[in-house]
C-alpha cells in the first residue's frame, strides 16, 4: 500500500498570500496520478486537481499542482476567504488500491 | 447537475447490520464506476469500497473485507453498501463517490454523505 505523507499538518495563512501543500508518497506513484481533494466543514468533498497538475472543471487558476514520482505540491497563488479548508491528496496510480493522505488544514491566520 | 445523495445510516449496536444507499442524477449512471470513503469522526477519509460500471468488478479495503458487501442498480440509479458485523471502529461519515470512468480512476463528485454510528 503507498502511504501517503502530507505537511505542514495545519498552515496559518492571511488572505492573499500564498499557500504551499506537500504530499510525500512511500513509493512511486505510477503516471503521476495523483489527486487533490479540498474538504470544508459540513460540505461534500470537491475534486481539485488531478493526474499532479490538472485542474478539475471549474477549479479557478490560482489552484495549480506539480510534483512527480514520490513528491507533489499544491500551491495556492493568492488565498481567498473561501479557501481556508482541509486539503487531502489522493493517489490512484494503484487503483483501487487507493490511498488518501491525512490531510492539511489550512486555516485564517 | 451531479447529485449523489447518500441515505441509510443510524445507530446500530456492535455486530450489527445496515445498508446504506446513494441516489444518483445528472449523469449516465450506467457508465461510471462508484466508490464508497469513510471519515471517522475528526479524523481522514478513508477508502471503503468499488465496484465497476456493470458490477461485474468489486474492490474492499482489507478492514471492511469479508463483513461489506458493495452493489448497484443500474435502473435505479442506485448505489448500496451492505455492512454486516459491524465494529465501533466503522463509525464514520460514508460518502457515495463517482468515478470519472467505467473503471477505477479518478473520483470527480462526491456525496455530502451519511453518518453511520456503532455503538451500544
Known amino acids: 500500500e503507498i502511504v501517503l505523507t502530507q505537511s505542514p499538518g495545519t498552515i496559518s495563512l492571511s488572505p492573499g498570500e500564498r499557500a504551499t501543500l506537500s504530499c510525500r508518497a512511500s513509493?512511486?506513484?505510477?503516471?503521476?496520478?495523483l489527486a487533490w481533494h479540498q474538504q470544508k466543514p459540513g460540505r461534500a468533498p470537491r475534486l481539485l486537481i488531478y493526474?499532479?497538475?490538472i485542474r478539475a472543471t471549474g477549479i479557478p487558476d490560482r489552484f495549480s499542482g506539480s510534483g512527480s514520482a514520490t513528491d507533489f505540491t499544491l500551491t495556492i497563488s493568492r488565498l481567498e476567504p473561501e479557501d481556508f479548508a482541509v486539503y487531502y491528496c489522493?493517489?490512484?496510480?494503484?487503483?483501487?488500491?487507493?490511498?488518501f493522505g491525512q490531510g492539511t488544514k489550512l486555516e485564517i491566520k | 447537475e451531479v447529485q449523489l445523495v447518500e441515505f441509510g445510516g443510524g445507530l446500530v449496536q456492535p455486530g450489527g447490520s445496515l445498508r446504506l444507499s446513494c441516489s444518483a442524477s445528472?449523469?449516465?449512471?450506467?457508465?461510471?464506476?462508484l466508490h464508497w470513503v469513510r471519515q471517522a469522526p475528526g479524523k481522514g477519509l478513508e477508502y471503503v469500497s468499488a465496484?465497476?460500471?456493470?458490477?461485474?468488478?468489486?474492490y474492499y479495503a482489507d478492514s471492511v473485507k469479508g463483513r461489506f458487501s458493495i452493489s448497484r442498480d443500474n435502473s435505479k440509479n442506485t448505489l448500496y453498501l451492505q455492512m454486516s458485523g459491524l465494529r465501533t471502529e466503522d463509525t464514520a461519515i460514508y460518502y457515495c463517490?463517482?468515478?470519472?470512468?467505467?473503471?477505477?480512476?479518478?473520483?470527480?463528485?462526491w456525496g455530502l454523505g451519511t453518518l453511520v454510528t456503532v455503538s451500544s
Open positions: 463517490v463517482k468515478d470519472v470512468t467505467g473503471g477505477y480512476y479518478v473520483f470527480d463528485y
Open positions: 445528472g449523469f449516465t449512471f450506467r457508465r461510471h464506476a
Open positions: 465496484i465497476n460500471s456493470d458490477g461485474s468488478s468489486t
Open positions: 513509493e512511486s506513484v505510477s503516471s503521476s496520478y
Open positions: 493526474g499532479a497538475s
Open positions: 489522493q493517489q490512484y496510480g494503484s487503483a483501487p488500491q487507493y490511498t
